[in-house]
Every structure is written in structure tokens, then in C-alpha cells.
């Protein structure tokens, strides 16, 4: 009180005192012979059971089980998850036994669950061997949810803070979302997500969001998307999206990462990197924020965008967006455009160092929009791209990933996205976490190259039929090439060794033509 502090004893034989504490923890007191006055006094170590106080002293935290075959409240075993939530104080450990628990767990607007000195922790003993109906983590601050199968309703953070979301199955919830993570400083990771309508939403601020899966989402009444993302200062890192079929999302505009603003909400101070996207969706970033125009500064960097059906990057309306060192490769439309609905809310932002490989029309800004682009490496293995619309960029050079097919997309010793890139403040690391650079200079896309001392054959190839403009019908005529193949200084290439995988002869060649019949084959260069 006024700097000091008290400690304040009242034993009470009936429960009128215990009245005082029920608003939210606080209690009114007054000066005595001078009237009454607005103080307060604020507790944090009263517990009342029954509208009684306890006579004895607060507990210390400890280990609270949950079993739903048995119960002994004196061993600090719960046959549910919701009454070992009632029960805890700040630092226990709540470990939830195997088994299915029909429970939608809540938190109460007047209890304390955890501290950020002492957080409460939920965590299923066996990973995913706990099933529960969903966590609503509203009023449940510093509490963290680990290794839960959820197949109800999703896990929400409820708008607080300190939450994290942990190592969870989430599944089959049926035109629902996966994850809300909405509140301040929260942290979603190592999770899980199948089948839903949405994989994560995030807003609010300062979220951290990491090394999630979310596969294969499902068309219910509304769009389906991996990620849409309001609010400001949150980073999105690491997670995989994949295996979305098209005959399970209709209608659907489904994207990887979506925001917009004709909600009342914005984008800020975001950072977007490290993520890897394939299979069907419609835009790798779909990002409206022409209602309001107070969307800005979001970074994009080290992430790989693959299969678009339509757009990398839609940038519509948002300042300063920051396009650094990611891979957009298959794209059906565009690689990265700088667009907008009304022409007095342009978009811009800057595009360096990215690897465009069959990227649609690769990059481009409307009419008004201002970017700053270069350092860029720009392929197509079908079309051949005029220089002159890219003066700042590499066009029509191969960037030699390691193993496309396998998706490994790491640089060929070879590759002319080595120390070729700008170098960018403030600096960051590669999608390793290797810090740039490694040799003179930054390299183009999101790996550093970090040297090999091993030959390392490369496989290119054209498909003639295609290539003379003719349907490409049985038999297929592929020309294949092993040129650039590497070796270290101080060593030379001696044979070429070609296995077509369809039972036929090897051929010791560097070039080589070949005619498959119709089928799947493995084709290796030794």
C-alpha cells in the first residue's frame, strides 16, 4: 500500500468476509476518522474454497495428474482435465493420462492461472494419446498446451498473452480453424493440423508462430487458407503447408498466407520466412489493403513458393513490402505482382535476391506503384525471357538446384546464384540459420552455399518433341546432357556413366538422346 507492503490476517467464523475478494481480487478500505476513500488493495495469495477461506498456508506448485479411471483429490489425481485446471495455481504441472476426455476446456475471468515467473502446463503424458473436444485459452494467460489430440473445436488462445500452443494433433474439425492465435506474445509450434477449413489464424501482437504442418485442407461454406494473419509485429517461420487437393476446396480461393483491411483489421511489422509451400493453392500471398490503406512494412524472405495455381506474391494496396531471397517456382500466372485497386493506394516495396524458376511472368509493378528490384535470378524452362524488361537481374541461366525433383533445392557448385546476391541491412541468416555471407558475397535465393569437396553430377535436359513444336505423343525423345556436372580443382571428368531406369543399355556419354515409351523412369548420371 503506497510503496509498502502488509500483510493482512482476518479469521472469520462465517463467510461474510470472503465477499469482500469477489471483485476480481480487490478489496475497498478506508481511513479511519477521515471519511471514505477510493484505495484498493490487491491480492495474490488468498485462495477461497466454498466461499471459506483456507486455514492453511498456500501450497507450493506441484505435479497434478489426470486420469479418467480414478480419482483421489488427496494424491492430486483428476478424473478430468477441468477440474485439475481448477484446481492449479501458477507453476503446476498438469500431465493428462491416456485416454478420450469429452471436455471443452475453459478458464475462469476471475482466477490466475499462470505467471510468466510461473506458468501452468498442460501436457498430455503420451504424445497425442490424450483426445480432447478443444482448449479455450480466454482468461488462461501463461498456460501452455503440449501434445493433445483435439477433434472438436479448435485451440484458441483467447485473446491472452503468454500462451503456448505445443506439439498438438488437430484434425477432421469440420469448416473450422486449427489454431487461433490471437493476444500478445504467444507461441504456436511443433503442431500438427489435417483436414480443416483453415490451418492458423493469427492476430493480435507479437506472435510467434513456427515448424507447424498443416495439410490438406477442406472446402466447408467459406475459403479455405493455410494461414490468414492480422495485426502487427508477429513472426511466421518454418512451417510446411502441402497436400491440398483441388476436388476438396470447390470454390474455394484458397492462399498460403492471406490478409485484408475491409474488416477493420491491418498488417504490420510482419516477417514471413523460412516457409515452404506446394501442392494446389491459388496465390502464395494474397494481401488486400485497399479499404483503409494502413497495412505496411512486411518482409518475405527465405521462403519457398511452389505450384501456385495462379500468384506468388498478390500485393494489392500494402507499403513497403520487402520480397528477399525466396524461391518461386511452378507458377501458373505471376511470380510477384505490385498491384492495387484504386490507383491512390499503390502498393510497394523491393524484390532482390529471389530465384524465379518457371515463374509465371516473374515480377512486376502497376502503373504507380513504386519498387526497387534486382539480384534476381529469372528461368524458364519453356519460354525465353527479353533482358531488357530485367536490366538488374540474371536472366535465362539455369540456378542449378541440387536435386529439383527430390525437392532439394540447395545450390550446385556451379550455380550462378552464387555470390551474386546484394548484400541487405539490417543482415539475416539463410534458411538454415548460416549467416550471411559464407563466401565474397550474399548468394541469390534462400541457401547459402557452403562448399562441397565430393564430384557432383547435374542432369539437364530438353524434350524434343516438345521442342520442335509437336505433341510430344509416344515415343518420347528426351536430349540429356551431363556438362554441368562438377568436380573440385585438382580433379577431371574421366566418363560419364548414363542408366536410363527402363532396362537399356548404359551409355558413356556427356550428351546423350534417348527414347522412352510411355511410363515413369529414374534416370541417374554416375
Known amino acids: ?70 480419482e483421489d483429490i488427496s494424491k492430486k489425481i483428476f478424473s478430468t482435465i477441468q477440474k485439475a485446471v481448477d484446481f492449479s495455481i501458477p507453476g503446476d504441472l498438469i500431465i493428462v493420462k491416456e485416454g478420450k476426455y469429452d471436455e471443452k476446456i475453459s478458464f475462469n475471468p476471475k482466477r490466475i492461472y499462470g505467471t510468466e515467473e510461473k506458468p501452468l502446463v498442460i501436457k498430455s503424458e503420451k504424445k497425442h494419446k490424450a483426445r480432447v473436444n478443444s482448449f479455450n485459452l480466454k482468461y488462461g ?113 484458397t492462399d498460403g498466407f492471406q490478409t485484408f483491411d475491409n474488416n477493420g483489421e491491418y498488417l504490420r511489422h510482419t516477417v514471413i520466412e523460412g516457409n515452404f509451400i506446394e501442392d494446389f493453392y491459388a496465390q502464395g500471398f494474397m494481401g488486400e489493403g485497399g479499404k483503409y490503406y494502413h497495412s505496411y512494412d512486411i518482409t518475405f524472405r527465405n521462403n519457398i513458393f511452389k505450384d501456385a495455381g495462379a500468384w506468388g506474391l498478390c500485393i494489392s494496396s500494402i507499403k513497403d513490402v520487402k520480397v528477399y531471397n525466396n524461391i518461386f517456382i511452378n507458377l501458373g500466372i505471376h511470380g510477384i505482382g505490385f498491384t492495387y485497386r484504386d490507383k491512390s493506394k499503390p502498393s510497394s516495396g523491393e524484390v532482390y535476391n529471389n530465384i524465379f524458376y518457371n515463374g509465371g511472368n516473374f515480377y512486376w509493378a502497376g502503373k504507380g506503384c513504386n519498387i526497387k528490384a534486382g539480384n534476381n535470378i529469372l528461368f524458364s524452362t519453356k519460354n525465353y525471357i527479353d533482358p531488357k524488361k530485367f536490366p538488374n537481374d540474371i536472366v535465362n541461366k539455369d540456378p542449378l538446384f541440387v536435386d529439383i525433383q527430390k525437392k532439394d533445392f540447395h545450390l550446385h557448385p556451379l550455380s550462378p546464384a552464387i555470390d551474386n546476391g546484394k548484400e541487405l541491412t539490417p543482415s539475416f541468416p539463410d534458411r538454415e540459420g548460416n549467416e550471411r555471407p559464407i563466401g565474397k558475397n550474399w548468394d541469390i535465393g534462400p541457401y547459402e552455399f557452403k562448399g562441397v569437396k565430393s564430384p557432383m553430377p547435374y542432369i539437364s535436359y530438353v524434350d524434343a518433341y516438345n521442342n520442335i513444336s509437336t505433341k510430344g505423343y509416344e515415343p518420347y525423345k528426351i536430349y540429356f546432357s551431363g556438362k554441368l556436372s562438377y568436380v573440385p580443382s585438382g580433379r577431371k571428368i574421366v ?31 554416375i
Open 1 to 70: 500500500l503506497n510503496g509498502d507492503e502488509y500483510e493482512f490476517k482476518f479469521y472469520d467464523k462465517d463467510n461474510s468476509a470472503s465477499k469482500l475478494f469477489a471483485d476480481y481480487g480487490k478489496i475497498s478500505i478506508t481511513e479511519e476518522g477521515s471519511g471514505n476513500y477510493s484505495y484498493w488493495v490487491w491480492y495474490d495469495n488468498i485462495r477461497v474454497y466454498s466461499k471459506l477461506f483456507t486455514t492453511e498456508p498456500p501450497r507450493k506448485p506441484t505435479v497434478i495428474y489426470v486420469d479418467k479411471k480414478r
Open 141 to 253: 494467460d501463461y498456460v501452455t498446451i503440449d501434445g493433445f489430440e483435439v477433434t472438436g473445436s479448435s485451440i484458441s488462445a483467447g485473446g491472452s498473452k503468454g500462451v503456448k500452443i505445443l506439439n498438438n494433433y488437430i484434425h477432421d474439425l469440420e469448416g473450422q480453424i486449427g489454431i487461433i492465435v490471437n493476444g500478445e506474445n504467444n507461441y504456436v509450434a511443433g503442431n500438427y493440423i489435417l483436414r480443416c477449413n483453415k490451418g492458423i489464424v493469427v492476430a493480435g501482437k507479437n506472435n510467434l508462430v513456427e515448424n507447424n504442418e498443416i495439410e490438406r485442407l477442406i472446402y466447408k461454406n467459406q475459403d479455405a487458407d493455410y494461414f490468414r494473419v492480422f495485426g502487427e509485429g508477429h513472426i511466421i517461420r518454418n512451417n510446411y503447408m502441402h497436400g491440398t487437393k483441388r476436388e476438396e476446396i470447390g470454390p474455394s480461393h
Open 495 to 525: 566418363e560419364y556413366c548414363w542408366d536410363f531406369g527402363d532396362g537399356s543399355e548404359k551409355v558413356y556419354k556427356s550428351e546423350v538422346e534417348h527414347t522412352f515409351k510411355k511410363g515413369k523412369y529414374n534416370v541417374t548420371l
